[in-house]
């Protein structure tokens, strides 16, 4: 039961996740002194998220292997644009 009127407009949300990553989380709360509890952070994470998308700022990282792959396209590309030149040019 709530402790108080103000517990009753807030509600409980659940989440599962795998033991390594809770205690990643748990380790950042130790050596990060803004957050006292894993609630917090996990607000804190879902409300930055949110505000990064609703500006347009979200940023996509790369796996390595996709990041891999972009690098040979890219040489690829250089190689054809070298080509061309040569071609040009001769």
Not at 20 to 39: H, N, P, V
Request: proline share 2%; net charge negative.
């Amino acid at each position: 039961m709530p402790d108080s009127e103000q517990d009753y407009d807030k509600e409980n949300v659940n989440l599962w996740v795998d033991p390594e990553r809770k205690a990643r989380w748990e380790q950042y709360l130790d050596e990060e002194s803004e957050f006292q509890y894993l609630s917090q952070l996990i607000r804190q994470a879902v409300e930055c998220e949110i505000q990064q998308r609703q500006d347009g700022n979200s940023s996509v990282e790369l796996s390595e292997d996709v990041a891999g792959h972009f690098d040979e396209l890219r040489g690829s590309i250089d190689q054809v644009e070298q080509i061309e030149l040569t071609t040009v040019t001769d």
